[in-house]
């Protein structure tokens, strides 16, 4: 054997250490490629020479591995290295001969013109199409992948096609991997990308520092009877650090049949109808071992349809969910931002989100009650005038429902555990027929609807009641703030800033659907369900709660079940601070009634408290017996009485003065800071007043 000196350098092609690597002689390789010695060219050779070029990993033949000969190992050979294994893995078995070459037909390159395409072998030679093993090219510029491996495409054509086809039960285990490194391709008549089979997945990586734009036409059918400029049967993962720009002109952006990874790239999709959907699942910022998502932005917009959607709503199937774990996305739609027909999950990422009109729509539905919204939630019913007759919501997870009923079954289950959301929506800004959990991250939510809407129910926090920070919530506008069947706050920070009530809990659905109740909808018209008590309840158990609504008949938190506060601190200003058809029990933590008048009914939440006046947008802080700041925040509104119970023995109200620059701002995502606990109070008016237990002006709210 030759002796060869192989240096190793580094995937990104930057030296280290300019290491040189003395081959032993031993044998020369029998497999081109088979850098561990096993006897053939395999997945295995691919991962283990990858790592040895971040110095992780060893090799036994470095000839093996110096794919182009040049003597330096390199990223050079690692992108031959895994266009040989995607191509020689995947052929029948070679049976006793373990090395399967690739020929001079078999291509890995394409170049797009506006009546042609060059096609090239890992040689860099061009190949004839009539002699290519592993493409078929018709009319000039339509090209059918026909075997596994790795493809390059760049070039402009205005009427050409991509179309992957290969053969499952040759190739059971077949991945086509399409690098995009420059590409602008369109078609009138097709989708420009088009994935009819291959058994494993179809991977599309963006190339760093390319863009690339994937356009169809206005008017087709492909060959699913669907339309989507990228189109996929089988699952689909996109990943790199280029730009992909994807218009679909006659209806979906991006379709995947089965499981869709958006793991990187910038995205950006417009489309006339959906702008990404994935049948079983749409899966953004989850990183493989190889390609984390640092450079991931997805962008979509959407002329009539939502903008990302799963759809699949087979039982115990798993799936039929959209999870998001990092990455920037900015969803503009016609319809739900996000809809998932069986659960949503975030838990990471910066999602901003806005739907049809905004939170500005001051519409009303048709006939008064709204229209029909479909399973998991369409409009009217709930005693909001101000509705859309489309399913405009943030984010919505709409549940199994029996076939061609309004029953419900299971799953529209909607979690957030992490990352900033921001929503303007015409519809409920957060939407789900299952429950709903908040245990994370950071949500701004504008709306002209609802803040956050369960069927079932809504659970914020998880940590002690003196938690604050693991989750925080502002509904800076919005009909109602947090509406389900059930309430509970464990912890975390919630302020609303809505026109009717700010906690509603009621024994049903919403009128998310039709008048009568449908697949997602229908409390009863006009509201929760009167004065009888219903099977629903809130229950503050801990952190803080900021309720904030307009004057009127409109409650802070009202429960048409029971109402429990056993800890955190409660701040309501509503008409009736609490009310509920049910048992109220508020016997601890810390909570202040910044209101005009009391419940109407027979038992109150004792206080011991009692403040005065005190002016919209002017800072009330309750300050304790030993000069320290229990809470301090800003007046939604002008009222008549403070008042104040629970842990506060000996404490005073004040208004005005500064915070001490230690104390602890719950938030600060809105309205600058205006809740904070800790610290002292200087220069502020001790303000007092005069009342009673269970005080009541009549003529106020009923």
């Known amino acids: 054997m030759k002796q060869k000196n192989a240096k190793r350098c580094a995937a990104a092609a930057v030296t280290v250490g300019a290491v040189s690597l003395a081959l032993t002689a031993s044998v020369f390789a029998a497999v081109k490629g088979d850098v561990n010695g096993d006897g053939r060219l395999d997945i295995a050779d691919a991962v283990a020479f990858a790592k ?82 592993n493409v078929k090219v018709e009319n000039g510029t339509y090209i059918t992948i026909t075997k596994p491996g790795e493809y390059d495409a760049d070039g402009e054509c205005a009427d050409g096609q991509i179309k992957v086809e290969v053969d499952e039960t040759a190739y059971p285990e077949a991945q086509v991997t399409l690098n995009l490194r420059g590409l602008t391709l369109s078609n009138q008549k097709d989708s420009p990308v088009y994935v009819s089979s291959v058994s494993d997945e179809f991977v599309l990586t963006v190339k760093k520092d390319t863009v690339n734009t994937i356009s169809d036409g206005t008017d087709y059918k492909n060959a699913d009877e669907a339309t989507g400029a990228v189109y996929s049967l089988d699952d689909m993962k996109i990943k790199g650090k280029g730009t992909l720009i994807v218009n679909g002109n006659c209806g979906d952006g991006i379709v995947c049949k089965d499981d869709l990874k958006i793991w990187n790239g910038d995205i950006r999709v417009t489309a006339k109808d959906d702008g990404i959907r994935g049948k079983d699942s749409v899966r953004i910022g989850e990183p493989d071992a190889e390609d984390g998502y640092d450079a991931l932005k997805v962008t979509v917009k959407t002329e009539a349809g939502d903008g990302i959607k799963s759809t699949n709503d087979t039982a115990d199937s798993g799936k039929g969910f959209v999870r998001i774990s990092g990455g920037t996305v900015k969803v503009e739609s016609y319809a739900d931002g996000i809809q998932a027909e069986q659960f949503f999950e975030m838990n990471g990422g910066d999602v901003t989100i806005k739907t ?38 943030g984010i919505k997870a709409v549940g199994l429902y029996v076939e061609n009923s309004d029953t419900w079954l299971s799953m529209g289950n909607l979690t957030v555990t992490g990352g900033t959301l921001t929503v303007d929506s015409s519809d409920d800004a957060l939407h789900c027929s299952g429950d709903m959990t908040l245990t994370g991250g950071t949500m701004l939510l504008s709306t002209a609807d609802d803040g956050a ?65 449908g697949p997602g909808g229908g409390w009863n018209q006009g509201g929760f369900g009167g004065f009888g008590r219903e099977d629903a309840s809130v229950t503050i158990k801990g952190g803080l709660a900021l309720v904030s609504v307009t004057s009127g008949d409109h409650d802070g938190i009202d429960s048409n079940g029971d109402l429990t506060v056993t800890g955190g601190i409660v701040i309501t200003n509503g008409n009736e601070p609490f009310d509920c058809n049910g048992t109220l029990s508020v016997k601890s933590g810390v909570w202040i009634e910044n209101s005009t008048c009391r419940n109407y009914m027979d038992t109150q939440p004792s206080y011991s408290v009692i ?20 809470v301090s925040f800003i007046a939604g509104k002008s009222v008549s009485t403070l008042r104040a119970g629970g842990n506060v023995s000996g404490a005073s109200f004040y208004t005005g003065g500064t915070l001490s620059a230690d104390a602890k701002y719950f938030q600060t995502i809105f309205d600058g800071q205006p809740a904070a606990y800790g610290g002292t109070l200087s220069g502020g008016t001790k303000s007092s007043g005069s009342g009673s237990q269970g005080e009541f002006t009549p003529g106020q709210g009923w």
């Not at 709930?382 to 489309?390: A, F, L, Q």
Request: with cysteine; net charge negative; proline share 3%.
């Open 611 to 630: 403040g005065g006046s005190v002016n919209a947008g002017e800072r009330i802080t309750l300050v304790g017996s030993d000069g320290k700041v229990i």
């Open 356 to 393: 049809y009109q905004g939170s500005s729509y001051t519409g009303s539905s048709t006939g008064g009650g709204g229209g029909w919204g479909g399973p998991g939630g369409g409009m009217g019913g709930d005693g909001n005038p101000n509705k859309t007759d489309i399913s405009a919501k």
């Open 453 to 517: 809407h369960s069927d079932h129910t809504l659970t914020v926090g998880q940590g002690a009641a003196d938690c604050y920070d693991d989750v925080t919530i502002v509904v800076t506008k919005g009909y109602e703030g947090l509406e389900a069947k059930d309430i509970i706050q464990n912890s975390g920070t919630v302020i609303t800033h809505v026109t009717d009530d700010g906690y509603n809990a009621g024994g049903g659905k919403d009128g998310s659907g039709n008048q009568g109740g």
């Open 52 to 133: 040895y070029l971040t110095t992780e990993g060893t090799v036994t033949d470095a000839e093996a591995a110096d794919y182009n000969g040049d003597g330096v190992l390199n990223a050079a050979d690692l992108t031959l290295f895994k266009r040989a294994v995607g191509t020689a893995t995947q052929q029948p078995d070679p049976g006793d001969n373990p090395e399967t070459p690739v020929s001079d037909g078999t291509v890995v390159s394409m170049t797009f013109g506006a009546s042609s395409v060059t096609l090239k072998n890992a040689a860099g030679e061009t190949v004839d199409a009539a002699k290519a093993d």
